[in-house]
């Protein structure tokens, strides 16, 4: 049975979503990593807050699945979800996947005080929305085209008053839906390359292994099969858009039998749905671990 | 005197292969778990190898055998394939196995291949139409082995292909009478065969299969899929097109436009008195939806490409209609097929992601370099056809004493296709594809040109009636609803062409939008298409209900 593991980034995280998790992991990431985990309304207003509880909940996920003796044949992530993705394909170890997060959000959090952020564009093609974001961006008020979340919906990232101008030309040219999104930096654009370098120089100095499986790279929505790529992906995504729908079009080409997202949230399996009726979906975030185990061994058994 | 030249050098370069492997065979048979090696000893760097696999059925344990050759062994093989269709075809690219592909079709990996393009993995020859790349396999794409699949094989080695003969008698006749290595993986081997499709003969090297070849309902429709929107646009085709010009021999594309017009033949078709007078001879896939219209007495004869899974029991039970040996079972054959679409047919209907302002179309869009399969042989007008039937000729122009007729190429769309997307555009995504790509030629899968028809939900467009490329742009504009393209349309110029008879909304065809419901349809859910079929058709599991 190929399995699609799919991991989504911020944005789903919810007061309370740590409940489940395993009190010991818990506990050993906040030794690593020394932040006290809160799981409150008020802690996700923290972005290293949400980045780390975000992670734990996928890994705790990752762990119980393979302990019951689920492999994934492809992992896919999507912005932070690639962390616990390439976790899951076995590149990377525990305590250093929760350190490489832990320095990635605070870089994410200090590079850009003010002024700079995210929005969203539904219902405009990724070509109409680049012509729109080359009418306004500048030196001096930048703004770029950053993820494809699917066809008709993609983001862009740059200062806030260059978001604003774009957003507003795009309800102009017919977009459904445009506005700005609760994300305090220019994630996925070239503005945050010194977060990269930092990132970089920390990931060289880790003891990485071969992936067990295909890995669905974020940069250039390929897939591949080696540390290299993978490696330059946990470091450089922050500069480059998620190309996720390219990812979710190479991953059905694949022919997987089963996709399983990750918590929190379902918005990927929406997606997905959109695209395909041709395989089983599973959602972490609306079924207990062993319900999933059910399905996958139902699933399995009628190939 | 010189040396005599050696006029045999490829008989003797594949006899010295054979003679290498000779340790791995019995007779003709090699062992299953041998395979690999079989492979690896057999095919040589830069070898013209044909995989087959079109739309339906895969030599999937030799493709998945092929990627786990020794890449210092075997490399650089130059690949020529109808059908790009499982991942493991394109892993032998990012194995290093492969470089080159010659190739028809490419849809279920079209993102793949356009990346493997871009990032230098793949070489493309060329993208083809089936007959070119079956015509090309005589000329100079003559392949040095051929990995195929059969369904059944006797202990002398003759093969049984059956239902999914498909192409493989053209990809091993290739091989055979040019000294090729002829590779087969058989499902099955048996003492005595339904029939003989292939004669062991052309056939060098058998390997029992570790599980049957993968096979795919790809013309399998549900009816219940089917939108009220595509039933109407089925009446006005069958009042506009179909009945207006007599078409008696045709082909139906995969969608489900045509499914609906399958089965509006039996009520909307039957209403108006068509019966016998249109859809009698076909070139089509044995397409359950079909069923209702061969029960009432539509159809005289079915030639297909390639079988139906599930339709097996039902063919068997009507020889008069389809192509059935003294076995019961089908033949299929893809490259006969595809020269009676081309040059035989009346009509040709199919369907398109894109249309540009001056009637172009194409499956390519952006990043997904997906080719076409049979649309482009059958949708080109074979300009030196001779014979004439009924329809053939009511679209000869009167004005020119030498003119002769053309073949009907009708293209089937919703103004806005998935994802809400417009499908008619200015320009196609297949020019910036061309550029990406490096190809010679814009992927376009229908030429304006050869295109005669266009219907949509607001009316159809009768492009052979226009006489200069502003009306045909304008017949576009009409039809083409609230996309960029169509928003260009006035209602002057479309009143004019509606009395030039270049156009026709449904009110012209006097078909009314109100009737246009499901209950329409002969069949409305596959277990009704079972129950037309006498209980005959077996639909895959997929296509079933169990509620």
């Given amino acids: ?303 | 005197m010189t040396e005599e030249k050696n006029w045999h050098t490829h008989r003797d370069a594949k006899n010295a292969r054979l003679a290498s492997a000779s340790s791995l065979f019995n007779g003709k048979f090699a062992k299953t778990e041998d395979v690999v090696e079989v492979l690896n000893t057999l095919i040589k760097p830069g070898d013209k190898v044909v995989l087959e696999g079109d739309n339906q059925k895969q030599a999937s344990f030799l493709s998945e055998a092929l990627t786990k050759v020794d890449p210092e062994r075997v490399h650089d093989l130059h690949m020529i394939m109808s059908s790009i269709s499982c991942p493991e075809h394109l892993d032998i690219f990012d194995l290093g196995i492969a470089s080159k592909m010659d190739f028809s079709f490419a849809g279920p990996q079209s993102t793949r291949v356009s990346q493997m393009i871009a990032d230098g993995t793949m070489t493309v020859g060329d993208i083809h139409t089936y007959l070119e790349l079956f015509g090309r396999l005589f000329i100079d794409l003559i392949p040095n082995v051929v990995l195929v699949a059969a369904d059944k094989v006797d202990r002398e080695g003759n093969l049984y292909t059956g239902f999914n003969t498909e192409e493989t008698p053209t990809i091993v006749e290739a091989a055979a009478f040019h000294d090729g290595i002829v590779i087969v993986q058989a499902n099955e081997v048996v003492d005595k065969l339904p029939r003989v499709d292939i004669p062991s003969d052309w056939v060098d090297v058998i390997i029992p299969a570790d599980k049957p070849y993968q096979l795919e309902p790809l013309f399998t429709r549900d009816p219940q899929a089917i939108t009220e929107l595509q039933i109407l646009m089925g009446m006005m085709a069958i009042k506009g097109i179909y009945a207006k010009h007599h078409v008696q021999t045709l082909n139906h594309g995969v969608g489900f436009n045509t499914s609906a017009i399958e089965l509006l033949l039996p009520t909307y078709g039957e209403q108006l008195g068509l019966k016998g007078k249109i859809c009698r001879n076909w070139e089509l896939n044995p397409t359950p939806t079909l069923i209702p219209a061969i029960e009432s007495g539509w159809v005289q004869s079915i030639h297909s490409f390639g079988g139906e899974v599930g339709m097996e029991k039902y063919i068997a039970a009507r020889p008069d209609i389809f192509f059935v040996g003294k076995d019961g079972t089908m033949r299929s054959n893809r490259a006969l097929g595809q020269v009676a679409g081309q040059y035989a047919l009346d009509m040709f209907v199919g369907s398109t992601l894109q249309i540009d302002q001056w009637g172009n179309s194409s499956t390519v869009t952006n990043g997904r370099l997906s080719g076409f399969g049979g649309a482009p042989n059958m949708g080109s007008n074979p300009t030196g056809r001779r014979h004439s039937t009924p329809a053939w000729q009511s679209l000869k122009p009167d004005d020119d004493p030498l003119a002769k007729g053309q073949k009907l190429v009708v293209q089937m769309v919703e103004t806005f296709g998935a994802n809400k997307k417009p499908v008619f555009v200015d320009h196609l995504d297949a020019e910036e594809v061309r550029k990406e790509a490096k190809l010679a030629n814009v992927p376009i899968m229908i030429y304006s040109e050869d295109t005669t028809h266009i219907v949509t939900e607001e009316g159809i467009a009768y492009l052979y009636k226009t006489d200069s490329m502003e009306e045909r742009k304008a017949a576009i504009e009409a039809i083409a609803g609230v996309t960029p393209v169509g928003l260009r349309s006035n209602p002057e110029e479309v009143k004019k062409l509606r009395e030039k008879g270049i156009v026709a909304l449904p009110e012209d065809l006097g078909v009314r939008r109100e009737d246009a419901k499901r209950s329409l349809l002969a069949a409305q859910t596959m277990d009704d298409i079972v129950e037309w079929s006498h209980g005959l058709y077996n639909p895959p599991a997929k296509f079933r209900s169990w509620s």
């Fill in chain 1, 1 to 303: 049975m190929r399995n699609l593991w799919l991991f989504p980034g911020q944005g789903g995280q919810n007061p309370g979503m740590l409940d489940q998790v395993d009190p010991q992991l818990k506990e050993q990431v906040e030794k690593w990593t020394n932040v006290k985990l809160l799981d409150t309304a008020e802690g996700y207003q923290d972005s290293v807050q949400i980045q780390l509880s975000i992670l734990l909940l996928q890994i705790d996920q990752v762990d119980q699945l393979k302990k019951l003796g689920w492999q994934p044949t492809l992992v896919a992530g999507h912005s932070l979800g690639i962390f616990a993705a390439a976790y899951a394909a076995g590149v990377i170890n525990k305590e250093d996947i929760f350190k490489l997060v832990t320095l990635r959000a605070k870089l994410m959090q200090e590079c850009y005080p003010e002024g700079y952020g995210m929005g969203v564009v539904v219902g405009l093609s990724r070509p109409e929305v680049k012509k729109l974001v080359a009418e306004v961006h500048s030196d001096t008020n930048p703004v770029y085209i950053s993820n494809q979340n699917s066809e008709m919906q993609n983001t862009i990232s740059g200062k806030l008053i260059a978001i604003k101008q774009v957003l507003a030309l795009a309800k102009e040219n017919g977009a459904s839906k445009a506005k700005l999104l609760h994300v305090p930096n220019p994630s996925h654009s070239p503005l945050m390359q010194k977060t990269a370098d930092q990132l970089n120089t920390f990931i060289a100095q880790l003891n990485l292994h071969q992936p067990s499986c295909i890995y669905l790279a974020n940069y250039n929505g390929h897939a591949v099969r080696s540390l290299k790529d993978i490696k330059y992906d946990l470091g450089n995504n922050v500069i480059y858009p998620v190309l996720w729908e390219t990812m979710m079009q190479v991953a059905l080409e694949y022919q997987p039998d089963v996709s399983s997202e990750f918590s929190p949230g379902t918005a990927f399996t929406k997606l997905l749905k959109a695209k395909t009726d041709q395989l089983h979906m599973v959602t972490l975030s609306a079924m207990s671990i062993d319900d999933a185990d059910y399905l996958f061994n139902k699933w399995e058994k009628k190939e």
